[in-house]
């Protein structure tokens, strides 16, 4: 019998017996409590944070919001709740996907399984019985057979590594840690330091309330318009009737959105004419320009002429043409590092009290108690926002104290990168699984499709095991090394491996400088992991405690 959540918390650090512990209430963690129930699994999500949500918990900066369409940013599981939920925006804000979070936990009653502001500090695989000892850091044990990492892939923000941080008196904004009740800029003096996705989405807005904005940028980003607008009824009608096919062609694309496929090399067509195919993929969703040709991501020409035609279209925005050409990205190809959608973020740097400083040229030397200094010179500001970004895909793994096998630690087996089998699983960790984790589609695809898959597949893989009388699931040495030396030859077949990206792990110090996300496309991933699982799990080995 296991006690309540509600007995367990007036207990304690007394154990807590469970089949199932999923560490994370984002939309992964929570669709991992609905199928595990419903597998009749006692299940208990731990979350760091106050609420639910996960990354829609956490950013609420100004401009937070999708770069998924919103019919294609929901989960898919449920034919109804897709019919019934009505979204408002192309692109829905991070209030409305927070609502909509809560709707779908309301709805399936998950509230009640989901124990908040407590956060996981260590997981010990007990060799003797097959089972987790898990530990929080309010000091909480828990017992539990599974254990589901639904951790996220951006959620450890990062800070800058520039001394004297702790120096500034004025205020400091991180924006994944964004206060709930906001920040009002009107008449003051901010900086913003990062121009990936969060930066590219807030500065517009800032810009709207500061009396003065200074943009210190180390990489120029492509950008797109967003071109997001409020969703015509009629229109959201008529994708809700065609939903299963839409679904099932996202399930079955490259990066988890359906475009067609490519069928021409971009060097093969001439110039008017691959101009014209840019300019009607320009702002009509993320991944169009990436998928135009059939080498845009593999050969260094091919790619060039679609980073040339953002280029262009960066010095048709910006008047000053040196502001220009400092907002043109000269160092990655177009798509290596993640795309962004904007609204008018490179006409913001038009307006008169918005500064473009280039730290390429003057890198940042710390900071002080005033504001920024660079090698050029000192910047007094009264706000200090960090848009820069997160520890991605191992932070918030490498943050819990893992602990496989015979005390294997997590950090040891992956002090070269990590090494997974699908990206699920770690030979040497049973029963442990990373949703979304390294070496699967993950960040590089709609992730709400490859959040369902991966729930999906270690529901059944849970059931299945359980249905032949095993308990432990776990994947061979072989498997894991076979498969991440797929990852990475894929990846390196591909332009990817050039950029200074999150996704290599180049924004951390220190971090193994690998791809860690497979870019062999999601539809192939998904056959793969169908084919593996329906000739009995390849690569998992099934056993009793
Ligand atoms: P998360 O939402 O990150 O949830 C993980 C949860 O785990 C967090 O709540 C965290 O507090 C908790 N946690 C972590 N460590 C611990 C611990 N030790 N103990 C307890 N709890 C812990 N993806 C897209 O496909 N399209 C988009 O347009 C898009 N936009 C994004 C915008 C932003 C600003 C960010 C940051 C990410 C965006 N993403 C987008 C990626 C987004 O993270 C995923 O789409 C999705 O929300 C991930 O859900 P998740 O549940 O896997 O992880
Ligand atoms: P990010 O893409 O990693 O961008 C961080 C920015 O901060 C980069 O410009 C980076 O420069 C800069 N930076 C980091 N450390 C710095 C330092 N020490 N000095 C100066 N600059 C520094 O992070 P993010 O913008 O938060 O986005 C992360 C991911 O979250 C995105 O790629 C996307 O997947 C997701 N996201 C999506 C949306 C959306 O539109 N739906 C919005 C936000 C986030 P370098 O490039 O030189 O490292």
Redesign the pocket.
Known sequence: MTDTLEQSATRGTATRRVDALV?????????MLHRFRGLGLDTVV????GD????????R?PG?????ESME?SYSFDPELEQDWEWSEK?PT?PE?LRYVHHVADRFGLHDGVRLD????SAHFRDRDGRWTVT??GGEVWDTEQLV????????SKLPEIPGVETFVGRTLH??HWPHEGADFTGRRVAVIGTG??GI?AIPLIADEAADLTVFQRTANFSMPANNAPLDPEAQAERKRGYPEHRKAARESGF?IPVPAATQSALEVDPEERRARYEATWGRN?VGMLTSYTDSIVDPAANETAAEFVREKIRGIVHDPETAETLCPRDHPFGTKRPC?DSGYYATFNREHVQLVDLKKTPLTEITARGLRTTEREYEVDDLVFATG?DAMTG??A??DLRGRDGKRLADAWADGPVTHLGLQVAGFPNLYT??GPGSPS?L???????EQHVDFVADAVRYAHERGATVIESTEEAAQGWTDHVREVGDYTLYPQANSWYMGANVPGKPRVFMAYIGGVGAYRQHCDQLAADGYTGFAFSSA
């Open positions: 560490v994370g209430a984002g939309l992964s963690g929570l669709y731990l979350e760091a944070g639910i949500g996960g990354t829609w918990y956490w950013n900066y937070a919001r999708c770069d998924v940013y692109y991070q996907i407590t956060r996981v500090a929080t850091e990492m639904a951790t996220g892939c951006l959620s450890t924006t994944a996705s969060s989405q988890g993320l959608l997160f918030s793994l943050a819990i949703i979304t960040v695809s709609n992730m709400m499709v490859s959040i």
